[in-house]
């Protein structure tokens, strides 16, 4: 009997980090809910996965909640659970520490921090579920060394390791890995 392929949810999914990811998925039988900003890139990483891989696109912004809450419900609907969810999503930084604004460090600490730490959180019920379900936390090397010129950065990355730590003791014993992974 022939094993059902394997859910993933990947934000940042429309360039860098986020479309190998996909690709790498795509190679080992994922179906995967592809999440970016951009329709176009979307596509092309679309069309860069091996024929035959099962790609939902999932266009729109990952800060806002009620998108978040849509591309669960359009996960569900289409495969019925999720595996993996692969927070992915984010922005770099480099401004002298002086030189962050409140609303420079709000964006970066939302979408490096709060934007992945709720889509856990939504997440979960599905992932509880499965029966190999994963979170993989994309951060950085500056979630654990700081850098000149990337307080805000460093900040936003500490915070995800941090939450992903206590995340991972909290979710263990329900069957649900969750990695930070830092390149």
Same mark, same amino acid.
Do not use: W
């Given at each position: 009997? +022939?094993?059902?392929?394997?859910?993933?949810?990947? %934000?940042?999914?429309?360039?860098?980090? #986020?479309?190998?990811?996909?690709?790498?998925?795509?190679?080992?039988?994922?179906?995967?809910?592809?999440?970016?900003? &951009?329709?176009?890139?979307?596509? @092309?990483?679309? @069309?860069?996965?091996? +024929?035959? %891989?099962?790609?939902?696109?999932?266009?729109?912004?990952?800060?806002?909640?009620?998108? +978040?809450?849509?591309?669960?419900? =359009?996960?569900?609907?289409?495969?019925? #659970?999720?595996?993996?969810?692969? &927070?992915?999503?984010?922005?770099?930084?480099?401004?002298?520490?002086?030189?962050? %604004?409140? *609303?420079?460090?709000?964006?970066?600490?939302?979408? &490096?921090?709060?934007?992945?730490?709720?889509?856990?959180?939504?997440?979960?019920?599905?992932?509880?579920?499965?029966? =190999?379900?994963?979170?993989? &936390?994309?951060?950085?090397? %500056?979630?654990?060394?700081?850098?000149?010129?990337? @307080? *805000?950065?460093?900040?936003?990355?500490?915070?995800?390791?941090?939450?992903?730590?206590?995340?991972?003791?909290?979710?263990?014993? +329900?069957?649900?890995?969750?990695?930070?992974?830092?390149?």
């Amino acid at each position: 009997m +022939q094993t059902p392929a394997r859910i993933a949810l990947i %934000t940042g999914a429309s360039g860098g980090i #986020g479309s190998a990811i996909a690709r790498r998925f795509a190679a080992e039988d994922f179906r995967l809910a592809l999440c970016g900003r &951009n329709t176009e890139k979307l596509e @092309a990483v679309r @069309a860069s996965l091996p +024929q035959g %891989t099962e790609a939902l696109l999932l266009p729109g912004d990952v800060n806002d909640a009620g998108y +978040q809450d849509a591309c669960f419900a =359009a996960v569900q609907a289409r495969f019925g #659970g999720l595996d993996v969810l692969v &927070n992915c999503a984010g922005m770099a930084q480099s401004d002298a520490f002086e030189a962050i %604004t409140p *609303a420079r460090f709000d964006e970066i600490m939302t979408l &490096n921090c709060r934007t992945p730490f709720f889509l856990c959180q939504k997440a979960l019920p599905l992932l509880r579920q499965s029966q =190999a379900a994963s979170i993989l &936390n994309i951060a950085s090397v %500056t979630a654990h060394k700081g850098y000149v010129r990337q @307080a *805000a950065y460093a900040a936003s990355k500490h915070a995800m390791a941090g939450f992903t730590k206590t995340l991972a003791a909290e979710v263990y014993e +329900q069957g649900i890995r969750v990695h930070l992974i830092s390149p």
